[in-house]
């Protein structure tokens, strides 16, 4: 056997034999399987994504729960220091009205 009845007999088998057909095959199989690949990384960044998005929104209602409770705090604060008296000695009574009521229209107008 020469080489050009190896080669006609390679290229025939190739052409005939489904060789082509075949290469042609892998590569679309190689193509579905990247598919598959970024759909599945696809879904799993969604599903993180809706998790972080979760996980801020609770952090979202902690932080006003936090505020609220705060701003509430200072309003008694203000309320407690209102009624204070500053004669402790006597039976007189002489809250700082003045200057606290400065501070609790600041407060309320907020």
């Known amino acids: 056997m020469d080489v050009t009845t190896l080669l006609t007999t390679l290229f025939t088998t190739l052409l005939s034999g489904g060789g082509v057909a075949s290469f042609m095959q892998y590569k679309q199989n190689k193509k579905a399987k990247e598919l598959e690949n970024d759909k599945a990384a696809s879904e799993q960044w969604r599903a993180l994504y809706e998790e972080q998005t979760k ?56």
């Not at 309003?75 to 000695?89: A, G, H, I, P």
């Not at 007189?92 to 609790?104: N, S, Y």
């Open 55 to 110: 996980t801020v929104q609770s952090l979202r209602e902690k932080l006003h729960e936090a505020r609220t409770s705060l701003e509430e705090e200072k309003r008694q604060t203000l309320m407690c220091r209102f009624y204070v008296c500053e004669k402790l000695d006597c039976m007189d009574r002489e809250p700082p009205h003045a200057e606290i009521m400065k501070e609790f229209k600041q407060v309320f107008e907020k």
